[in-house]
């Protein structure tokens, strides 16, 4: 698609310790997030690679949250 990026962002430089992680292969995830919650949105969410790197994309957005649980 057109509109979407090709290139990454600047990799990540701070400590793991110093990160509270949501979606990253840099770093440890917080466990049990949850991208797409069923709270009756449209938008359809996938995980695409770039560059071989994961990244979140979003389609279709209406609206959209993200249900964080878990711990460090």
Do not use: C, H, R
Request: hydrophobic share 40%; net charge negative.
């Amino acid at each position: 698609a057109p509109d979407m990026p090709t290139t990454l962002a600047a990799a990540p430089t701070d400590a793991e310790g110093q990160v509270l992680s949501v979606f990253s292969d840099a770093y440890t995830d917080l466990v049990g997030t949850e991208f797409n919650p069923d709270w009756g949105q449209a938008t359809v969410t996938t995980v695409e690679a770039i560059d071989g790197q994961q990244v979140l994309k979003y389609a279709e957005l209406d609206y959209q949250g993200t249900a964080l649980s878990g711990s460090k």
